[in-house]
Every structure is written in C-alpha cells, then in structure tokens.
C-alpha cells in the first residue's frame, strides 16, 4: 500500500492510497478557504449513561451548492474546487469540514449536566473517483485495499493517547438519509468506546472468561456447521445471516480466526475477508436487481494497549428494507424499549440471499 | 373510571373505558372470525446480550383492507366489523392480532443461539372514537382517563407472573411508519425488562445508592431552577427539553414527586401530568401549524415486586424532524456505535417551543 499525506488549504488533512506508487506532486485542493473552527462538545446523558455529540454548527452549514456539483469527485475546474485532486490514486481520506467530533475541540459549556470537549475524529473515506461506482462493483484489488486503509487509519488514530475507539461505517442509500451518492464512508474515532460495541465488548469478555473462547469465532463454528444462514465461506472469513438478526437481511462478515482489529490480518485473511465482503454485496444488489441501501459498520478491539483475544472485527449489515417495497420503521419497542421485533425469519433471508447467485473476479 | 371487559369473537379481549358509566350490553366485533394462532418466539443475541422478538407471521397478513376502511373506528355496519362497537365510551383496549409477544406463545425452536417462547402481552389503546382527532386535540379529561388506564394495563399485566415491565408508547406520523392515522397507541407487556428501561434503571439505582435521591427528580430540580428548557411548570408536574436530548424538539414529561409509575400518581399529579402532556402536545402541533410527528414512550418501574423509590414515571418524545422540511436519520454513529450526534441544542429547540402559545381548557 502506497500513501500520500497532504494539507488543504483550510488546513484539514487529506491522505491518498493506491496500490500504486503516487505522484508526490498532486496538490489538496478544499471547497473552503477559511479553518473550520469547529467546537463540538459532549453531553452526559444521566438517565442512559452515555456521552450525546452535540456541534450545532452543523445544522446551518453556510456552503449550498448546486444539486449537480459533487465534493468528492477529483477537481476539474480550480475555479470550483472539491475535496480531491486529480491524479493517479484510488481511495482518499480526508477530516470531515463538519465534524461531529474533532481533535481541536476546547472549552465544553458549563451545565447541569457533566459536559466534555467533543474531542475526536471524523473522516470521509471516498472509495473510488468514479462517482456512479459502488463498494460492490469495485475490484477485490480496491476491497483489500480499503481494508488497509481502515486500518492504517486506526494506527493513525490510535498516537492520539485520548481515542479509545475506531468505528469505520458506510451510511448507503436515500432510505438511511444519503443525500451524496459518490461511493464514499466514514470513519469516526472516539474519546470513549461507544455504547454498542462497550456492550459487545462486555459481552464478548464474559464469554471468554467462562469459556476461553472468542464468542464469535464459535458462533462462526456453529454457522458453518449449520450452513443454512451461510452466504460466504472462504478459507479464512464467512459472511451469514446471524440467527439473532434484529434487521431483516441483516448480515454479518468475519474472519473464521480470532482477529482482534484490521492490523491483525494475515494477508490472506485481507484477501479472504474481502471476497466475503463483495459477495454480500453484489447479493444484496442482485436480490431486487436495483441499488440495495444499508448501514455497514465495522466492530474492532478498542484501543486500551491490551491484547483483545475476547473480540472479533466484524462488519454488520442492517438494511432499511423489511421487504422489496417495505422499509423497516424503528418505534416504541426497538427505539423506546430496545428489543428489536422481525417479521421474518433469519433463515428465511438467508435463503433468498443463498439464492442469488454472485461471480468473483480471480483474486 | 368506569370500565367494561368484552370478549371478541376470535377469542381477543377488549376494555372499554370511560368517565362515565358504560352501558352493559355492548357487544365486542372483530373483522377476524378465526382465533389468531400466534406462536412468536425469542431468540438471544449473543454479542448484544439482549432478546430479539420473531413474529414471522405478522409480515404476511392474510387480512389486506381497503385503503378507507379503519379497523380503529366503531363498526356502523355488522357485516364490514372493524375491532371496535358503537356505544358510548372514550377509550378503548384490545389485543394487537399481530402481536410480537402473546401469553399463549408456546415451543420456541431449538437453535444455536438460547431460544425462547415470545411471551408478552401486545395491545392497541384507541385515545377517541374519531377517526379525525389527534391525541393534542382532546380535552384534559380524556388524557387523565389514558393516564388511569395505562395504569389499569400495568396492573392487568402484573398479574401474569412471567411480566416484568410495561411499556405504553405511541407511534405517530407516517414519518415513523404509521399507516392508521386513527388516535392510537399500543402497549407491550415485556417477559424481561428490555435493555433501555433496564440501563436506566442501572443509572437510577447507582444515583440513588450514592445520593439517596431520585435521579430524574434531581435533574427536575435543575431544571426548574435554570428554567431555560422548561416548557410546562405546574404544582406537581413538568416537561422540559432535556439538556442531553438526543433528539432535536426531544422532551421528557414528569411529575415532580417522586413516583415510580401510573398507579402511584395522586389524583393531583395525575390531572397536573394531563396538563403537561397536553402543552407539550399542542406546543408540537403549534410549531410548524401542522401535525407533529413523533414516538412518545412511557417508562415506569418494572414488575418485579419490590419498591423502587429510584425510578420515575416519565415520558420521553423523540420526533424525527431536525428542522422543519429536514428529518433527522439514525446512522452510523447513532445506530452503529451508540453515540447519537445533535447538530442543534436542546436550548435552541426549546426556545422555538417556550415561543409556542398554548392556551388549556379549566381542568
């Protein structure tokens, strides 16, 4: 993996990767001249016990542009700049202009509730310059590769002593709010471990202190074993349809081997894991033949400087979708009580994702 | 509270309730002649340690309505039933026929994850008989009668020994999925108390071994003295932007006394609590002069026999607008990581909110 870190001129950073060597004089360009002076701050929620992001500058954001002009696609035009220059590269990072969380963050309020400086990283990961590609047309070449990235940026993240956590996510699709449809991520790192993966994190250890085994690594067991909920099964990652699925056409992808994060992958475990990856996502948009919306987020140890053999990087898949013409609402019970209700059956997914069927370039 | 128990020609079980006394020869309709059959069951979910509800009949209904008729309204003609008879009462309960949790549920399936019977209860509360009213449009009187007949449901409930929590929620607006506009909101009776009530109570309980207080009456307490989120102040009841929403236009409805759920409310706190929920209703209808759509969730102490002095009755609403014509998308770091990111204050909202005029009838 090659890579090239630049300044823009607002002063946010931006790195390029490719396979390829990259020419050292390609030069940043920004849509905004000025420094973004974000503040964020935290929030403790008392009742929930848990830190809320709050950067209200977000909300009135002063740049409209056109519905045509695209910030991630490479600059043409000086006179109307973008967030990537052109040149020969293939994935770009950059810090997002309007972070929810940022390492400059100062001076929290002072309220009746405990409050923090809203101290992290948001980044854009802009997977490809083709701006009608998506993560599953893309080459095995350029999923391997943006799993370096993800990690090369957990590295990165993890020299700041305060980032305990480094969540990778793609938000796809007009259903879960997309309004940019250039193939891109993000990637947020945060001052704590989140509530979720706090409670993956917990459950995974008690598991692994009652049985000396990674919980989900056994869980894969059983799903190979079983084979009915399974989509992928390489020599090194599975991709299946988890038995608990809280979302219809939920899907998750693993290393078959206890892997704590994505620098603890052998090459061919890369490799492996990212033919998983594609498969479930050319499934996806071969079930209704159309672009197939979801949230992808990817599960990693946290960052503490312990070993993490309890914890498996994983990605989930939750789809909006409950059926081909029915999206899924969240209410009372899953966002007011927390127990998620399916109208369809694990298996039932599984089955008809089982049944598109999906060719991998060579490798 | 006058109320009367009917039983529907499926085998459901329907309450009408009312202020007044209730004629005794009302007979109870159902557009099902068959009993229902449900058998949903649980599933755990090893890496959230929380259960997952399947109700994989609900997807599939047999029963596909006209787009005018309304189950919801009182039938007017016996041979096109709805789920609900003429006569003169104001509110009304019934068994959901889809439900996602039944008492009747039996033989979960045996899995690789730990399996259970879906037991639970699911019914649907009908505010008024007209179709055309919204929950902020009725008088005082009605809302303290809905407040007493959650109360009712709870201790309906209690009486199933495997019930452990009570959850009334309304859902409203098509923005969160609601295809029958009809007044209505729906209970769970849950066999376990679900993961948000119980992390709540986690914090109540560590608040009150340490302080010896009411977490949510002390954070009241603040915010009655800093008075700039507060949209209702009475004698013995509140609602407030909370100064952790993590929602835009999020508020909590309480009283000020400690009181862990409907059936522990005075007759004062009860009528205060009506006029509460009513000002923030139509502060909500107020703001953009059209119907406000939202989740309004109850939370009380779960049904486990013993006092719980450190949770309190509250309601919390969370609307999905972020700004008049912008909904806010639950995404990556919300849904995926747990840490939900606000782009506007909860001060800000509250100051649009404290400018609504809200005028009430006497109570």
């Known amino acids: 993996m090659h890579s090239l870190d630049l300044n823009k001129p607002d002063g946010r950073k931006l790195t390029l990767y ?32 848990e830190w809320v992001a709050y950067a209200a500058y977000r909300q009135n954001r ?12 490479p600059m043409v035009d000086p006179a109307n700049p973008t967030e990537l220059p052109p040149g020969d590269y293939e994935v770009a990072v950059f810090e997002n202009r309007f972070p929810t969380l940022t390492l400059e963050s100062h001076s929290p309020p ?22 009608l590609a998506s993560l599953a047309g893309l080459p095995l070449s350029r999923i391997e590769l943006l799993l370096q990235v993800w990690g090369d940026r957990t590295a990165r993240a993890a020299r700041n002593p305060q980032i305990r956590y480094v969540l990778p996510f793609e938000n796809r699709g ?22 979720v993966p706090a ?10 202190a009652s049985h000396r085994q990674n919980l989900l690594c ?33 899907v998750w992808v693993t290393p078959i081997a206890p892997t704590p994060d994505f620098n603890a992958l052998t090459p061919e475990a890369r490799a492996d894991l ?26 990693q140890a946290p960052l503490d400087g312990r070993a993490h053999p309890e914890t498996q990087l994983h990605a989930t898949f939750s789809p909006p979708y409950r059926s081909r013409d029915r999206l899924k609402y969240l209410a009372g019970t899953e966002l007011g009580a927390g127990m998620f209700a399916m109208d369809v059956l694990p ?16 490798s």
């Open 18 to 49: 490719s396979n390829r060597p990259i020419e050292g004089t390609i030069v940043a360009p920004s849509p905004f001249a000025e420094p973004q002076g974000a503040n964020p701050h935290l929030r403790w929620h008392p009742m929930r016990g």
């Open 62 to 73: 002063t740049f409209q542009p056109p519905p045509e002009y695209n910030p991630l696609a």
């Open 110 to 131: 002072t309220l009746d509730v405990p409050t923090a400086a809203g101290e992290g990283i948001c980044e854009v990961v802009v997977f490809t310059q083709d701006p």
């Open 174 to 195: 007009a259903e879960v709010g997309v309004t940019l449809h250039h193939p891109h991520g993000q990637l947020y790192a945060y001052p704590f471990v989140p509530p």
């Open 199 to 208: 409670r993956m994190l917990e459950q995974e250890a008690a598991h692994f």
């Open 218 to 250: 056994q869980m894969v067991q059983a799903e190979i074993a079983n084979g009915e909920r399974l989509l992928y099964r390489g020599e090194h990652a599975v991709a299946f349809v988890p038995p608990c699925a809280r979302y219809p056409y939920e």
């Open 274 to 299: 990212a033919r998983a990856l594609k498969t479930v996502l050319l499934k996806y948009e071969g079930l209704w033949q159309r672009p197939f919306p979801y949230l992808m987020t990817w599960y």
């Open 347 to 362: 298996e039932a997914t599984a089955a008809q994702l089982r049944e598109v069927h999906v060719v991998l370039e060579e």
